[in-house]
């Protein structure tokens, strides 16, 4: 009958009757089902909550881009972990790129609408809207790494299968191919038979302890110096030098992705003790000197830039001219010469040794030939795409504007109030306070609670780095941290780099620039706080994915609510995942990647 004739004749104890039934029978559907927590909406065709494990994509399945669904905060003895996303991933398919995909850097689309080059605009980030939700795919026959310390030596072949290198550079040593590895003899373009620095002003892991190597190869410089107790950031562009930095971070050695060109670097003023360029091909003295400036920023004043290249110690025209700018340059930013050799026998390498100044004496005298100091203003942006300037950085100073000096010896450095902690009466106290919390969390719960074996981790990064505690409390272990300030959170690079660890700025709601497969271990302690309305939690689960090697952890402190959000997706990707104490995840990633 229908429902217009049932009201027509006002048979309402039937309508009641019938509600009745509808609502008990909805009540039991719901009391029945297993799944802990309710969606507040219907989901996209592609999703659904699922308890057991999700299937493989089919052949004919497309990854779209849902919305982040929304989930119903529960207590942690109700969150069944089995519950997953059935997300219909797809492995990216890019060509030849493909197994290496960086999406900010291998973004051709953009690239090519560049309108100029001149600057290395092309190996600068460039990265696609929205963040694509495709998997990176492993290369044919990767295998587990091999493990510190062995990997300085040698790494599988099939985990980075790019014997370009081996060719183009076998005269100097940087990389051989022996059976199914490559092997490192520890060469490089300037020292063929290994490192032959030996300077009487430079103390390796005492005095000298953060170093910065920009145009480094395959890192054996940076590789060299962990024996010294330095640790060395060794950097390069994505260029036709294949896969440079992806041989140094399987070696396990600290390396990013980047380029001086037309932005500033990701680190902060005063950030390195020592700056290292060994034949970098970096053009120093063009565009007034802009790239030399640069380095000057993030130079700590009394540090020192070696500088090994050919304009040093040959004659012909073009050598003579990169010498002559280099003079000019380095003495209108007030750099001395500590130490040259331009005759040299066959051990040893040319190089010459700047010195940056720790004080304004020499900035008085004669303004009007040095760039001009950089507005005060600049000292505290996040230098996050921010452009090259040409101006010369100025000393840091304490709160009351007195300059700073160089920090403690190493390892004392470590612990020691830092000099560039802010100004508040409670800043030292609240510092202590979270040095002694992240050595008692990592001492009573990682290492004894979690079931990580941290003996098989080498390459580590901290999501969200704050003060850089966590790092501190893992060094006695025989792996590094790369600690990650997000640029939305409180500025505390400066201080992580005077305590003598490293780092870098970035914003999760974009890639990393780093390659697929490079870190045994990601940290992340309540990133995600402040950051849901900016960046979709699935993006940053599927760029945690790219980064972290099959077989390596993510290891997150955060509420439930962002528990509950985060922990489908990764099950998603099929993805183990266990819960300690209702706010510590975590999860370890597998081999499986989607087919097609």
């Keep these: 009958m229908p429902i217009s004739v049932l009201l027509s004749e006002r ?28 969606f507040a909406f219907s989901l996209p065709s592609d999703i659904h909550v699922s308890v057991s494990s999700p299937p493989p994509p089919s052949r004919s399945s497309s990854l779209q881009f849902p919305t982040e669904p929304e989930l119903e905060t529960q207590p942690a003895d109700h969150l069944d972990l089995n519950v997953s996303l059935n997300i219909r991933w797809r492995a990216c398919r890019l060509g030849s790129v493909t197994v290496d995909y960086i999406p900010c850097l291998d973004n051709s689309k953009a690239i090519k609408q560049l309108k100029s080059k001149k600057h290395l605009e092309h190996r600068e980030r460039h990265c ?20 510190w310390p062995q990997s300085r030596d040698m790494i599988w072949y099939s985990n980075v299968p790019h014997p370009k290198l081996v060719e183009y550079k076998k005269e100097q040593n940087w990389v051989r191919k022996s059976d199914d590895y490559f092997v490192f003899p520890g060469g490089g373009t300037q020292f063929k038979n290994g490192f032959h620095y030996r300077v009487p002003a430079i103390k390796w892991g005492e005095h000298i302890r953060v170093v910065l190597d920009v145009g480094c190869g395959v890192a054996s410089f940076g590789g060299y110096l962990l024996d010294r107790d330095v640790v060395t950031m060794s950097f390069a562009p994505k ?71 050919t304009p040093v110690y040959r004659n012909d025209e073009r050598d003579r001219y990169v010498w002559k700018s280099m003079v000019a340059l380095t003495q209108s930013i007030c750099w001395k010469v500590v130490a040259k050799r331009d005759n040299f026998d066959s051990t040893e390498i040319g190089l010459v040794i700047y010195q940056k100044p720790s004080s304004y004496s020499c900035y008085a005298h004669d303004r ?53 902690l802010p100004a508040e009466a409670d800043a030292e106290a609240i510092f202590n306070e979270d040095t002694k919390h992240w ?55 400066s201080i992580i780099f005077e305590r003598g660890l490293i780092g870098i700025y970035h914003d999760w709601c974009e890639s990393l620039s780093t390659y697929p497969r490079t870190y045994d271990l990601l940290h992340s302690s309540f990133l995600f706080k402040n950051r849901q309305e900016r960046c979709n939690i699935i993006d940053v689960a599927v760029e945690m994915d790219r980064i972290l090697r099959p077989g390596g952890y993510l290891l997150l402190q955060d509420t439930m609510e962002t528990i509950q959000k985060l922990n489908p997706v990764l099950r998603s990707l099929q993805w183990s995942t266990r819960l300690y104490e209702g706010q510590f995840l975590v999860g370890k990633k597998g081999f499986w990647r989607p087919k097609y």
Excluded at 283 to 300: A, F
Excluded at 370 to 385: A, F, G, I
Aim: aromatic share 12%.
């Design 368 to 420: 009007t030939k040095r760039p001009p100091l950089c507005d005060q203003k600049t000292k505290k942006e996040v230098s996050w795409y921010k452009p090259l300037r040409y101006c010369t950085s100025r000393l840091p100073v304490d709160s009351n504007g007195n300059l700073l000096g160089w920090p403690s010896p190493w390892p004392h450095r470590l612990r020691n109030k830092p000099q560039s």
């Design 128 to 147: 696609p809207k929205p963040p694509p939700r495709c998997l990176v795919p492993l290369p044919k026959g990767y295998k587990v790494p091999v493990q």
């Design 439 to 493: 050595a008692a969390l990592v001492s009573d719960v990682y290492f004894d609670a979690l079931a990580i074996n941290w003996a098989s981790l080498r390459n580590v990064m901290d999501l969200n780095a704050g003060y850089g505690g966590f790092a501190a409390a893992l060094n006695e272990l025989p792996l590094w941290v790369m600690n990650v300030v997000p640029i939305d959170a409180q500025d505390t690079l």
């Design 11 to 38: 048979k309402y104890s039937f309508l009641c009757l019938a509600s009745v039934l509808l609502i008990s029978f909805a009540f039991l559907l719901l009391t029945y089902t297993s799944c802990p927590f309710f």
């Design 239 to 309: 260029d036709e030098h294949e896969a440079q930095i992806q041989f140094a971070l399987e070696r396990g050695i600290p390396a990013t992705l980047s380029v001086i060109g037309s932005k500033k670097l990701t680190f902060p003023d005063d950030a390195y003790d020592l700056i290292h360029c060994a034949r970098c091909r970096v053009h120093w003295e063009e565009d007034g000197g802009k790239p030399l400036l640069e380095l000057n920023r993030i130079l700590r004043p009394g540090g020192f830039f070696v500088w090994s290249a």
